[in-house]
């Protein structure tokens, strides 16, 4: 193999495991945003929903403020097996094409090399220690006075992001701009 194809191969390969590492730190980054909602349910039967509904997602209320309708919930999220091994996957062929370019260059140290590929399973450990955590859901309403007589509620949410999808999905809720 000529040398300007390997060396390009090897870049291409090192581009790759950069990106892979980013990726593997990336699936226990904490996503917590902060959202302000707009709902056309009046501020205590939007309170009462909010309540029962982290409730049945196995959440439970750790602080309340009655003065402030402010509530903090906490659960805790388990790792995703599916993911630890999706991730150790990843990392075995992501070593792999590191080993195959290695062992071109490299031809005597292929035995070598090829023991890299059981460092595999690290992604999944790591990924599998740190995902398991404490999340914290909190949010306070307010009234709104919308068109006259008719009330609304503003929702101020501080959540994970999927936590707040899985909530937009459930209620009608809107953004508030």
């Known amino acids: 193999m000529n040398t300007p194809v390997l060396s390009s191969t ?10 892979l590492f980013f990726f593997i730190r990336a699936s226990v980054k904490d ?14 039967s939007l309170l009462e929903q909010l309540k029962d509904y982290f409730t049945q997602r196995a959440y439970n209320i750790t602080a309340s403020d009655a003065g402030q309708d402010t509530i903090t919930f ?6 995703s097996w599916f993911l630890a091994i999706f991730l150790s996957m990843l990392a075995a062929s992501g070593l792999f094409c590191l080993i195959l370019v290695l062992s071109f260059v490299y ?3 292929t035995p070598l ?4 590929e059981l460092l595999s399973p690290i992604a999944g450990i790591f990924y599998w220690k740190k995902a398991e955590r404490v999340e914290t859901v909190s949010f306070s309403l307010e009234s709104l006075n ?11 949410l501080t959540a994970h ?9 459930t209620f009608p809720l809107k953004s508030a701009n």
């Open 10 to 19: 090897f870049f291409l390969t090192l581009l790759l495991m950069v990106g």
């Open 31 to 44: 996503r917590t945003e902060q959202v302000k909602l707009i709902s056309d349910v009046p501020k205590t």
């Open 74 to 79: 906490e659960g805790l999220v388990r790792p």
């Open 107 to 109: 031809p005597a140290l």
């Open 113 to 116: 090399f090829i023991a890299l």
């Open 146 to 156: 919308q068109q006259g007589s008719h009330t609304g509620s503003l929702l101020t």
């Open 161 to 169: 992001r999927d936590e707040v999808i899985q909530l937009k999905q």
